[in-house]
């Protein structure tokens, strides 16, 4: 299921059969590895829900239970990404029950982090994500599990950097990679280069920064999975190298890659970051950085996405010091702060916090 293109070869030639004799606990299966495969490769969420569902529905009539824990798994994943945070934490919620009632450790911790990262970290929910993506690695600790170690140390890295604890969250991180190279776990392994990227970029080294996100990109076009992650790896990727005073951007494939993109919680995101680049790259672009950072402000308060909608104010409130408006950075700064407090983001409101100081 970590390999959706596989699995999906895989049952191709028998998809028919098993409607034709209506092999009900064949069928939950093939539905929700069709699921994955319309959500991870094609991200085509209105059919991979219409699969989930069709999972569900079967496993529940059949009793199916390991069926029904893999099905409403993977849709609260997809859930997760398309900012159906409720249902999202329902489904996961469901399969960490069926978990918790056998003892399945290495289960438990599994869906502890994912419940934390697809859940509640994306929604913005950091102090609840930074508490269940702690106790899901404890737990794969616990299980000796490498596949529960690779996912908790990821999600945990994750967490760690919604509270902006950087050292915590690349440690954790890295570790993450290990555990996944190991066991070559696509998907998982990219996130955690993407993660890396992000936090190298917060740290200020633009060059290990690049390095990750590059090979987040790569990874994620070599599996032929997330297209849109690979696309915002990609805008992180020119951000980074524009820190870094590269110049050299092709404008056109930024833009195309916020067109492109079809994760409802990536849609503030890249778009902040386009407007990151264009605010950076000379003194030409302030007007289509503005631009591109109100756009980022209307899809994560759409979205619900307010950990990224903090972080929209905090640019936003950059752009107007740039343009030497002293209120108007105050006053969106101060919005920053305000959200990412309601989040929990700790180290981040202390950061905006000693700007707004500095800009009194």
């Known amino acids: 299921m970590n390999n959706p293109i596989e699995a999906k070869n895989a049952i191709d030639p028998i998809i028919d059969l098993a409607k034709k004799h209506n092999s009900k606990r064949r069928l939950c299966q093939i539905y929700t590895i069709l699921g994955t495969y319309y959500c991870y490769v094609e991200e085509d969420y209105p059919k991979a829900f219409k699969a989930f569902e069709e999972a569900l529905k079967i496993s529940e009539e059949v009793k199916d239970i390991v069926s029904l824990a893999m099905a409403s798994y993977w849709f609260g994943l997809a859930l997760g990404c398309n900012c159906e945070f409720e249902r999202s934490a329902s ?3 469901r399969t ?37 993506t ?20 990821v999600s945990h890295g994750v967490s760690c950097f919604g509270k902006r604890f950087l050292e915590e969250a690349e440690k954790h991180l890295l570790k993450g990679l290990e555990f996944c190279e190991r066991i070559n776990l696509p998907g998982t392994n990219e996130m955690a280069l993407f993660s890396l990227g992000e936090t190298y970029f917060e740290m200020g080294n633009f060059q290990r920064s690049k390095e990750r996100y590059e090979k987040a990109s790569w990874g994620l076009e070599n599996n032929r999975i997330f297209p849109s992650l690979a696309g915002l790896a990609k805008v992180g990727l020119t951000r980074s190298k524009v820190m870094n005073k590269e110049k050299d951007v092709d404008f056109e494939s930024l833009y ?9 919680t990536n849609e503030g995101w890249i778009q902040r970051h386009i407007g990151e680049i264009l605010l ?3 003194d030409k672009h302030t007007s289509e950085a503005e631009n591109w950072i109100q756009k980022a402000i209307e899809a994560d ?3 619900r996405t307010m950990f ?18 002293k209120l108007k950075a105050q006053e969106n700064l101060g919005k920053a702060i305000e959200i990412l407090k309601e989040c929990g983001a700790d180290g981040w409101v202390e950061k905006y916090e000693k700007e707004l100081v500095n800009l009194s």
């Open 91 to 93: 489904c996961i919620q």
């Open 96 to 132: 960490l029950d069926i978990n918790l009632a056998v003892g399945n450790l290495w289960g438990i911790a599994v869906m502890k982090s994912h419940l934390g990262y697809f859940s509640y970290l994306q929604q913005g929910r950091i102090d609840l994500a930074f508490k269940t």
């Open 134 to 153: 702690d106790e899901g690695l404890h737990i794969a600790e616990e299980s000796g599990d490498i596949y529960s170690k690779a996912n908790s140390y």
């Open 256 to 264: 195309a890659y916020s067109r492109n993109n079809k994760i409802r």
């Open 280 to 282: 950076n790259i000379d």
């Open 301 to 303: 308060q759409k979205n």
């Open 308 to 325: 990224q909608l903090g972080k929209d104010y905090a640019l936003y409130a950059g752009l107007f010091k740039r343009k030497g408006d």
